[in-house]
């Protein structure tokens, strides 16, 4: 029987079933938002967005007496903005291949470099979350060193269920040896055998080599708050979640200071349990969201900073406001960098898949979609080298839904 000759339809429709097989961080983050973009029968764009409304808080009145409290909800804006493909080749005989064939040459390895591409940008996003436990440095070779991420889940009341590690190689081998010195056959045998841990402290656990690294800022000097009462109200910072801190004390420098992404303390400003507000054993930390230099002799910088100090109400983040000349300790050693292992809800970060447009003017166009992933196939004729080219397509964003539930991870000294 002749072979049938490959469409753009019947490409894109393997292609997106690859793209699901291969992706690993993307299956572990939540997906409802593409439900939000309105049914575009044509297609999105680059840089379509929704707006996302941000769950209200409360706190718990004492009594019988009623006592009306505000409704305040942010909203936050979801953006489908990265648009990522690969381009190749086919020739007719190409064409003429069973689709079995074909997708092991070539549209295999053109899926997997996409959706390493997803999980990189998902993993990207680890520059919004201000939680960081461990030691930076240290690799996790313990089972006690990987519990201070569930831990710290735990202290700030983060969902029991659906938590999801990843860690870098290192980490994940590290891990996994220390699994199996275990006597339990269960966890031994898949550890010592295969290298798989499965589940740990009530957390899917994932390896990849797409783990990022972060450099932190020079961060030299000694640096301090500089003036009191810097907090702010929730609504003011309801939509962005962040604020301006001033700081000084730092070494002059204008190559970074600080870089996105770093992540810092400030002496007596504690962090408080969300639901009860009240406050835990240890320090409130804040993540740099913007690159920040320090150009005068005595180092004076403004940082943005999330979260937001807000020291009172349903949305307390803070036990007190830092005081002036209050000492700031950056995690990590200036100009040193870490891989960026993380411990996290689903609902932390979002993937955002949406259909592409189907360009005027295109003859053949094949797009697929399944389980929330969409896949564009478009072939073309070059009529200069006499060649037909394709071209793959996806479109997509990532967004930190929720920084409090996700926590970096070191190991421990």
Known sequence: MANTTLTADIIAKEAVLILDNELIMGKKVFRGYEKEFDKNINGYKVGASVSVRKPADFTV???????????????TTVSVDNQKGIDFEFTSQDLTLKIEDLSERVIKPAMVQLAN????????????IHSWVGTPGQTIDA??????????????????????????????????????????????????????????????????????????????????????????TYDSVKDTGQQSLITDGWTNSTTGILKAGDVFTIAGVYAVNPVTKATLPFLRQFVVKADADSGASTGPATLTISPAIITSGAQQTCSAAPADNAAITVIGTGGTGYRQNMVFCKNAFSLTMVPMISPPGAVEVGRRTYKGLSVRVIPYYDGTNDVNKWRLDILYGTDTVDARLAHRLSGTA
């Open 117 to 128: 591409q997803v999980d990189v940008d998902l993993m990207a996003e680890y520059a919004n």
């Open 143 to 232: 089972f006690a060193d990987f519990a201070k991420g569930p831990e710290r889940a735990d202290e700030l009341a983060n969902p029991q269920d659906g938590r999801c590690g990843v860690l870098s190689p290192a980490d994940h081998w590290g891990i996994v040896g220390s699994q199996t010195q275990l006597y339990t056959d269960t966890i031994t045998k898949p550890a010592y055998r295969k290298g798989q841990t499965g589940m740990l402290g009530n957390t899917d656990l994932y390896m990849s080599q797409n783990v990022p690294t972060h450099t932190v800022g020079v961060a030299t000097g000694t640096p301090l708050v500089n003036g009191a009462s810097q907090n702010v």
């Open 61 to 75: 009145r004492d009594g019988a007496t009623a006592s009306s409290q505000d409704v305040v909800e942010g909203k």
